[in-house]
Every structure is written in structure tokens, then in C-alpha cells.
């Protein structure tokens, strides 16, 4: 573990719809306190709009996520000064994926930058796969994400580090790889858990796969760690998407559960991946009726087949 100090120049994907006439996917939502000091900016269940954490500590402040774009960040950065009242500023991001980290660019210079090495190295080798992705979903993403430029972290660590804002510690934890090879988890105190996407409130979970070389998640990971999230009892656990609710870590990792029993059966029988993907779906549809994004089931049937293989 490393503990985090400010650095010295500093001053106080989801799946998109390909529609043109989406709802712009900006963060503008009211903050909304959890917790004492702990504030989320929901995402409204936007698409690609993630909750957005800020958590205010004595002496300073800590940023969860940006949204999507320069015009997200720059709001969540406006937002956390508000909150902040002139502390110094931390921004940590809980994966690359652009509506997650792509405005981050807003807060250099303004804030210290901390992730862990394996997300600043993702977001070097496949940030700009991800962004064209995006942009050629529809005109609305290609505008958030015209000016996009990355910007590196000042502070990198690998395990975990805390920050300290003063009365409240926070603890950043690199958990991948699971939905991403960078995951990291932010925890404050015992109090609140922020997740990024291995966790999402009555959404399938989207397990992204470019390419055969590029295969961001490890779906075996994903579940253990959903196990051992469950075990914890974290008293209010934040999605990357959603709403919070207490019963959506549990949710999460039952649905991972039966994925990975019914997958490895399958695979084991010699049932083809398109086959056993759309028997599954229609199992999962049928036990989980009220959430979105049905389409994502494929893709982690897909991933427990490539496990199964892989073993």
C-alpha cells in the first residue's frame, strides 16, 4: 500500500446505443449526500452517464469518476468545488472507459490525479479504440467526445493506497482484472463502497471483448470478487450505474453465479457458444425481468465459454 500525498504543482463501457437522437450523455444531476461527506451525482439511468462520487474530508476532497467528456468533467469539477469549499482536490477514476475517466482533462492542474498503473497503462494502449468506438455510436457521443485528450495521472500505485482528507480515510484498491484489467474499487471507511462497473443496479453487466486480442475482462475474477464484496457488508455500496440499493451487490453476484454454473455446463456438453448464449438469455431473462440491456448477456457467456477454454 502506498499512502497518498498531494503533488507539489497542484492548487485548492457500458454498451452505447447506436441512435442519433440519444439523450445527450452528460453528468448534471444534483449531488446528493449517502453518507456524511459522501455525495453522488446519480446518473439518472442515462446511458453513459455513471454515479459520480465526492467525498469531503477535512483538509481535502476526493473525486470518484468524471462522465463522459470535457463538458461532464468540467461540471463534476465545479460540483466538487462547490462541495470542496476551496480544499485541495484528489480525482481517481474506477476504470478507463471513456464515460467513466474521458474528463479527466478538466481536472489537471486543478487536482492530484491518483489510479493504479494497470488502468493509467489500459487507458495509454486502448483509450483511443474506445473513444473512436464511441463516436461513431451516433453524433450525439461523437460531440461530448470531440476534444477528448488524455491526460496522466501525477500519483501511480499498485495494491492499493489511501488518502487521508483529513477525518476521512479512503482506501483505493486495484481489483482487476474483472471488468477491466484497471479495476479499482474506492472505499471510504467501512462506510461506502464506490464499484465502477462490476457492479450496475438492474443492468445485465457488460463483459467487453474489441477483438481477439483485446479482452478487457476476466469474468472468473469478476465473480470471485463479487463473493468476496458480499462478504465484506460494506454498509452502502455504490454502482457504477443505477441506483443504490442494499440488495444490488447480492443481485450481481447470484446473477454471475448462474451465469457461470449454466456456461461451464454448456461448454462442458459441447453446446456451442451462440447456442448455450441464447438458452441462457432466455433463463436469465426470465429470472431477472426488470433488468435492462439484454443484450450484454451474450457477451458474458461469451467470456465464461473463453474462461472454460482457456483452463
Known amino acids: 500500500m502506498c499512502v497518498v500525498t498531494p503533488s507539489p504543482s497542484v492548487t485548492a463501457s457500458g454498451d452505447a446505443p447506436a441512435v442519433s437522437d440519444a439523450v445527450p450523455p452528460t453528468v448534471g444531476g444534483v449531488a446528493t449526500e449517502i453518507s456524511p461527506g459522501v455525495y453522488v451525482i446519480p446518473d439518472g439511468r442515462t446511458p453513459l452517464v455513471p454515479n459520480v462520487g ?16 470535457p463538458r461532464s468533467g468540467a461540471y463534476v469539477l465545479n460540483q466538487a468545488r462547490e462541495l470542496g469549499g476551496g480544499r485541495p482536490l484528489y480525482l481517481t477514476t474506477t476504470h478507463f472507459h471513456p464515460e467513466h475517466a474521458s474528463g479527466a482533462q478538466a481536472f489537471k492542474g486543478e487536482a ?6 494497470a488502468q493509467r497503462d489500459e487507458m495509454r494502449t486502448k483509450g483511443q479504440a474506445h473513444l473512436d468506438m464511441l463516436r461513431a455510436a451516433g453524433p450525439v457521443y461523437a460531440e461530448e467526445l470531440q476534444d ?6 501525477d500519483i501511480v500505485y499498485v495494491g492499493s493506497a489511501a488518502i487521508d482528507l483529513g477525518g476521512v480515510r479512503v482506501c483505493l484498491r486495484s481489483v482487476g482484472p474483472a471488468h477491466s484489467t484497471g479495476d479499482q474499487i474506492v472505499a471510504v471507511a467501512d462506510r461506502v463502497l464506490f464499484t465502477g462497473d462490476l457492479l450496475e443496479h438492474k443492468m445485465f453487466p457488460l463483459a467487453p471483448f474489441i477483438s481477439p486480442t483485446d479482452v478487457d475482462c476476466d469474468v472468473m475474477r469478476w465473480t470471485g470478487l463479487l463473493d468476496e464484496l458480499v462478504s465484506v ?15 444490488t451487490l447480492a443481485s450481481y453476484r447470484d446473477y454471475f453465479q448462474f451465469l457461470r454454473a ?36 451474450s457477451s458474458v457467456v461469451g467470456a465464461f465459454y473463453r474462461a472454460a477454454e482457456a483452463a
Open 54 to 69: 465526492i467525498v469531503v474530508g477535512e483538509r481535502a476532497a476526493l473525486v470518484v469518476d468524471t462522465g463522459l467528456g
Open 233 to 247: 457488508g460494506t454498509e452502502i455500496t455504490v454502482p457504477g450505474h443505477g441506483e443504490i440499493t442494499p440488495e
Open 112 to 117: 492530484t490525479i491518483v489510479c493504479n498503473t
Open 148 to 153: 477528448v485528450t488524455f491526460v496522466d495521472p
Open 262 to 297: 449454466e456456461a461451464t455446463r454448456s461448454w462442458a456438453a459441447g453446446i456451442s457458444v451462440d447456442q448455450a448464449a441464447e438458452t441462457i438469455k432466455k433463463a436469465a431473462q426470465s429470472r431477472w425481468t426488470d433488468w435492462d440491456h439484454t443484450a450484454r448477456i
